[in-house]
């Protein structure tokens, strides 16, 4: 029996998950998470075989929480499912230590499928992020600017291009301010950029934003 942690901050979400994953006779459901702290907490206190695991969740962020149960649980299958396209966070995700990467809209069957697979060892990635993958490989001066930023800085711009003042993301991803300003003027550098809301504009127009 695979027992599985559903973590996302939508309660349709999770109950539509819970749903899918109850069906199944080899599958059932360790517990749920709607941020990352939470995600974090029930991985330490109850027994889990696998973890889905939303990017986009309050608090520290689905990145940081991958990087996190990567430290405190090396062996713990996790796959994520986002809403974000993969062209834009696959690659982070999976460099961050996911063991498989799905979008929301995908058939449930997939997910079982990819619950599955990813619990035997393997990877779990559809045929167009596989090719994706590949040309990342690649060193390609004609990246887009975004695609050479750190992960935080990746995190900041986005938070940028949802509207978040820099306060705000320092409450959400558990920073001070400073810290966030910091990330803020080396966005602003990297992307040859003067103002945030030009960065706003960059990340809706790359289709960044939620």
Known sequence: MIRVLVADDHPLLRSA?????SREPDLTVAGEAEDSEQVLQKIEEKPCDFVILDLSMPGRGGLDALREIRRRKPDLPVLVLSMYPEEQFAVRAIRAGANGYLSKDCDPNEVVHAIRKVASGKKYVSSSLAEILAESLDSNPGQAPHENLSDREFQVLCKIGAGRTVSQIALEMALSVKTV???????LEKMNMSNSAELARYAIMKGLVK
Not at 181 to 187: G, P
Request: hydrophobic content about 35%.
């Open 17 to 21: 998950l819970k749903q899918v994953i």
């Open 181 to 187: 300003s910091t990330y803020r003027s080396r966005l």
